[in-house]
């Protein structure tokens, strides 16, 4: 079970942002995305996810070309956390979480809803936080809400067999060490449960010890995607980031500074 | 939540009966049931519809914007009204005959100067598309600016009579009702805001940002559509029946937002009570303050509503 990206290019204009990129995301394993900024990251999200059209290529979610799903039915199979926007009206943090749960899900499961919300905002430390307005809470703790909401939109009974896929625009941004690494440590279980994980990241560290594969990408174009040990090669991200670092093979960790 | 609704319910429906009891006792002072069933009765229906559209298009239109301060002067239908009915009041005499559309020319001028103004709105952001809701406001402004342009030059142009019948016009009044006109009027805006209340969870995901509502499963772009189309009919109507009434849109859905939350299941149905709760109370503020003239309602609204709102600005600022 796959989302698969084939040859994908992406021009506006005369400026080329994608450049002929193929890509494929495997439930139950987390692929980062790391490169520089403007390298394309976000585009290729976007076009993952169906905001934007390629120009040219195809991405297909299984055997379904994305074109083909409806709205509803891609929110059924993937659920999406980007840099958030700014909320006007005075939500509840359970407000915001409880929009995770899409027309499709609350159709399937309605009676699993106030179980669902309350797995959830456990799981993610919330409990405390449901009756507080969003708006007051600190930009980690909005991000928390935030991931929340989309674990929500892709909560299904443990006994489900569909293919879900979770597509996170830095999703550490914002937090502090204890929850960015629990964060990671959700992620991780979510991919052991199945789920696809896409995630744009910039902490090579993190990026190294928590995913299966890693995708290095520059100006458009996907320079290597491999093990994360094959990917931390300092001549290959001297190259790409133009900065000296040295990597220690035996704990994974890289340092620039 | 629900008591609160049904608290509101009751409210509205105390402020109905107010009125009733209002016109029950005219009716035994002056014995004539008849005609205060004609006059009374479909004022006050009137009333209590009008004031739901503007409560109920205010909420939908400050949800997509997801701006505060949008109402329904915002996108430009109110004044596209404006200048279909100034069109008539102006122009009405000298050119149309009585005969041919009789109580109907008015109201129904007025509905296409709105139609026009939201024809033009769709134009120019290519059917409410992607360009963000930005770029909606400010063709709104800009379509605004050309239809206070013709009013202002058919103001020009009037006669004395005329510009007596345009000021009085754009102070709102209910006192036009009769069945002829609000029957059909009652029954297009109850459907429209009907058809409407079942999209208030997808008002709730926009405000997200249209990017994350369209991942959950929204179709923004039909949602626009329906909001703003929605928001055209009812306000087309109620404009074109009664006249300018400032405030009610913008004041309404935040004294509900105060009192019960933001979230739009609620706020939809609350600011469509609520406003057809203060505007049959504003109308018989009107009619009994300085018996027997009449105050206009929209002046009366207005007067009302700007020191609300500025109350309500300094008690968020304070908290």
Request: aromatic content about 10%; some cysteine; charged content about 15%.
């Amino acid at each position: 079970m796959t989302i698969k990206l084939s040859n994908i290019s992406y021009q506006v204009n005369d400026l080329v942002i994608l450049n002929d990129v193929s890509l494929e995301i495997k439930n139950g394993e987390v692929l980062s995305l790391v490169g520089p900024n403007g390298a394309g990251k976000s585009t290729l999200l976007n076009i993952m996810t169906g905001d934007l059209e390629p120009t040219n290529g195809c991405v297909r979610y299984e055997k379904y070309n994305l074109k083909d799903l409806d709205i509803i039915d891609r929110s059924f199979y993937r659920g999406v956390m980007s840099q958030a926007q700014q909320i006007v009206f005075d939500f509840s943090v359970k407000e915001i979480i409880e929009m995770g749960w899409i027309e499709k899900g609350v159709s399937s499961y309605s009676n699993d809803f106030s179980k669902a919300v309350k797995e959830i905002s456990s799981l993610c430390d919330l409990e405390n936080l449901l009756e507080r307005k969003f708006n007051r809470l600190s930009g980690g703790e909005q991000r928390r809400v935030h991931f929340a909401r989309t674990l929500l939109q892709l909560w299904r009974p443990s006994n489900s067999k569909d293919p879900i896929f979770m597509l996170l625009d830095e999703p550490t941004a914002n937090l502090d060490l204890y929850y960015e690494i629990k964060l990671m440590e959700i992620i991780k279980m979510k991919a052991n449960e199945g789920v696809g994980v896409f995630l744009i990241m910039h902490d090579l560290n993190l990026a190294a010890k928590y995913s299966n594969r890693i995708a290095l990408m520059s100006d458009g174009s996907l320079i290597q995607v491999d093990t994360p040990i094959n990917i931390l090669d300092p001549s290959l991200l001297k190259r790409i980031y133009n900065l000296d670092m040295s990597v220690d093979k035996a704990t994974m960790k890289v340092s620039y500074f | 939540m629900a008591s609160l609704l049904s608290f509101l319910v009751a409210a509205s429906l105390g402020s109905f009966s107010v009125s009733i009891f209002d016109y029950l006792f005219q009716t035994s002072s002056i014995l004539e049931n008849k005609v205060l069933e004609q006059i009374r009765l479909p004022r006050v229906l009137l009333a209590g519809i009008v004031g739901a559209s503007l409560g109920i298009s205010g909420a939908s239109l400050q949800g997509l914007f997801r701006n505060p301060l949008a109402d329904p002067g915002l996108i430009g239908v109110s004044a596209g009204a404006a200048l279909g009915a100034s069109v008539v009041i102006v122009l009405g005499s000298s050119f149309i005959p009585d005969y041919i559309f009789g109580p109907f020319i008015l109201p129904l001028s007025a509905i296409m100067g709105a139609a026009l103004v939201i024809y033009l709105l769709y134009l120019f952001t290519k059917g409410f598309g992607y360009q963000g809701v930005t770029y909606m406001l400010l063709v709104g402004i800009a379509v605004n600016a050309l239809a206070s342009v013709g009013i202002g030059i058919l103001t020009f142009i009037s006669s004395d009579s005329e510009l007596r019948g345009l000021t009085f016009w754009t102070m709102g009044s209910f006192g036009a009702a009769n069945w002829t006109l609000v029957l059909p009027a009652i029954i297009v805006i109850l459907i429209t805001i009907l058809l409407l209340i079942p999209y208030s969870r997808q008002l709730d995901l926009l405000q997200l940002g249209e990017p994350e509502a369209y991942r959950l499963g929204v179709d923004v772009k039909s949602l626009k559509f329906r909001v703003i189309i929605s928001s055209a009919i009812v306000v087309g109507i109620s404009v074109s029946l009664s006249g300018m009434i400032g405030f009610v849109g913008l004041v309404v859905p935040h004294l509900m937002r105060l009192l019960g939350g933001v979230n739009h299941n609620y706020l939809l149905p609350a600011s469509a009570l609520f406003g057809a709760t203060i505007m049959i109370v504003a109308d018989l503020l009107s009619r009994i303050l300085i018996q027997p003239a009449e105050l206009p309602v929209g002046l009366l609204t207005s007067a009302i509503g700007a020191p609300f709102f500025l109350w309500l600005i300094f008690r968020i600022r304070k908290t």
